[in-house]
T-cell receptor, first 113, second 116 residues
Framework: DTEVTQTPKHLVMGMTNKKSLKCEQHMGHRAMYWYKQKAKKPPELMFVYSYEKLSINESVPSRFSPECPNSSLLNLHLHALQPEDSALYLC????????????FGSGTRLTVV | GENVEQHPSTLSVQEGDSAVIKCTYSDSASNYFPWYKQELGKRPQLIIDIRSNVGEKKDQRIAVTLNKTAKHFSLHITETQPEDSAVYFCAASSGKATDSWGKLQFGAGTQVVVTP
């Protein structure tokens, strides 16, 4: 299995809702990442996990809460989002933090209404 | 932190012609430079990458060159085909000596349109 799987593919949520995005990989990668991508813009890093520990938080608002329950799974918990948080949320993994050759998942298209 | 600039923002080429996209980076600690292709509505896909100890790398119709002294790297696509139409992103990543180790800093992207 050489893929990063993200669910759901699409999500519409209200500003008072709580939802979670899920990312899974079975390549034995020990680093996992969350990126946010707005339309016609490059991906922007949100969080880096290395060996299930949070290594980088790019000053992301607390309404985004990452979690890495095990080496294969990465979650992003969402609460009280704003319409401007609507974007494509991409998960990626690599063999180790900073290792070459990120593999990106297909992303979750999030719309906040 | 690292800053990556990418030019041009759009590039229109005739099928069969070559396309060149250029990027510059600011952090001399950066040591890994991947290029991603992103088709509309899809994930970024790694198409080629280069490490700082290499000056040039080629994979079929795609090549990347790196000039560490000038801090710039370029993507060259030869014999372009309509399926090469996409947004291309360059990126830079720094090594273990920095706090941002593991972070990919992307350029703004180049929309490539190949017309038959």
């Amino acid at each position: 299995d050489t893929e990063v799987t993200q669910t759901p593919k699409h999500l519409v949520m209200g500003m008072t809702n709580k939802k979670s995005l899920k990312c899974e990989q079975h390549m034995g990668h020990r680093a996992m990442y969350w990126y946010k991508q707005k339309a016609k813009k490059p991906p922007e890093l949100m969080f880096v996990y290395s060996y299930e520990k949070l290594s980088i938080n790019e000053s992301v608002p607390s309404r985004f809460s990452p979690e890495c329950p095990n080496s294969s799974l990465l979650n992003l918990h969402l609460h009280a989002l704003q319409p401007e948080d609507s974007a494509l949320y991409l998960c990626a993994s690599s063999q180790d933090r900073g290792d070459y050759g990120y593999t990106f998942g297909s992303g979750t298209r999030l719309t906040v209404v | 932190g690292e800053n990556v600039e990418q030019h041009p923002s759009t590039l229109s080429v005739q099928e069969g012609d070559s396309a060149v996209i250029k990027c510059t980076y600011s952090d001399s600690a950066s040591n890994y430079f991947p290029w991603y292709k992103q088709e509309l509505g899809k994930r970024p896909q790694l198409i080629i990458d280069i490490r700082s100890n290499v000056g040039e790398k080629k994979d079929q119709r795609i090549a990347v060159t790196l000039n560490k002294t000038a801090k710039h790297f370029s993507l060259h696509i030869t014999e372009t085909q309509p399926e090469d139409s996409a947004v291309y992103f360059c990126a830079a990543s720094s090594g273990k000596a920095t706090d941002s180790w593991g972070k990919l800093q992307f350029g703004a992207g180049t929309q490539v349109v190949v017309t038959p």
